[in-house]
């Protein structure tokens, strides 16, 4: 297996425009986790779902951001506007229920907004 | 709530010492405990999980944890440190009847002197 898989790695942005990072999660796991990582605040869930459905955003920051998961195999965060303080490093990971919520993360997409 | 308190955010040992990173949680239910290692420009990987089996639980390349459930702590071991054990070590908690978050703690750099 591939793995957790996020494109893009790198995303250099200008404040303002509109930032879509993409997830491809572990076939088979039903759950899936979005987490922003920052030396301040260190990792934070912003939202996980599990079959599809979200089921917990309250970490999402604020309006900008949202999540969705249209099916099993994708899912993608958008920030819109995006702002400087958006600047993070972004990671997924997925895990199965049967396998006690080990979760397995992807390498991570570090944005910058100018 | 769950929580996790992990205790230094910078540990320093020389090369073959005794490797030490300690993590207290908060949980109401029996819980499931991880400890994650994150390499430079990667994403959080699995070293051991605790699933209320075996108190002492051995993980990959020689670390293991003990779970202590009059202390609430589950700190994490490795007799004789190597250089490539330097990484970010992360403590995380979950199966709280919440749902199916992990709660991650702010990590530990762990640096290795030759």
């Known amino acids: 297996d591939a793995g957790v898989i996020q494109s893009p790695r790198h995303e250099v942005t200008e404040m303002g425009q509109e930032v879509t990072l993409r997830c491809k999660p572990i076939?088979?796991?039903?759950?899936l986790f979005w987490y922003r990582q920052t030396m301040m605040r260190g990792l934070e869930l912003l939202i996980y779902f599990n079959n599809n459905v979200p089921i917990d955003d309250s970490g999402m920051p604020e309006d900008r951001f949202s999540a969705k998961m249209p099916n099993a195999s994708f899912s993608t965060l958008k920030i819109q506007p995006s702002e400087p303080r958006d600047s993070a490093v972004y990671f997924c990971a997925s895990s199965l229920y049967l396998t006690e919520n080990i979760q397995y993360f992807g390498a991570g997409t570090r944005l910058s907004v100018l | 709530a769950q929580s996790v308190t992990q205790l230094g955010s910078h540990v320093s040992v020389s090369e073959g010492a005794l490797v030490l990173l300690r993590c207290n949680y908060s949980?109401?239910?029996?819980?499931?405990l991880f400890w994650y290692v994150q390499y430079p420009n990667q994403g959080l990987q699995l070293l051991l999980k605790y699933t209320s089996a075996a108190t002492l639980v051995k993980g990959i390349n020689g670390f293991e944890a003990e779970f202590k459930k009059s202390e609430t702590s589950f700190h994490l071991t490795k007799p004789s440190a190597h250089m490539s054990d330097a990484a970010e070590y992360f403590c995380?908690?979950?199966?709280?009847?919440?749902?199916?978050?992990?709660?991650f703690g702010a990590g530990t750099r762990l640096f290795v002197k030759a």
């Open positions: 949980s109401s239910v029996p819980p499931y």
């Open positions: 076939s088979g796991h039903d759950y």
């Open positions: 995380a908690v979950s199966g709280d009847t919440g749902g199916f978050k992990t709660i």
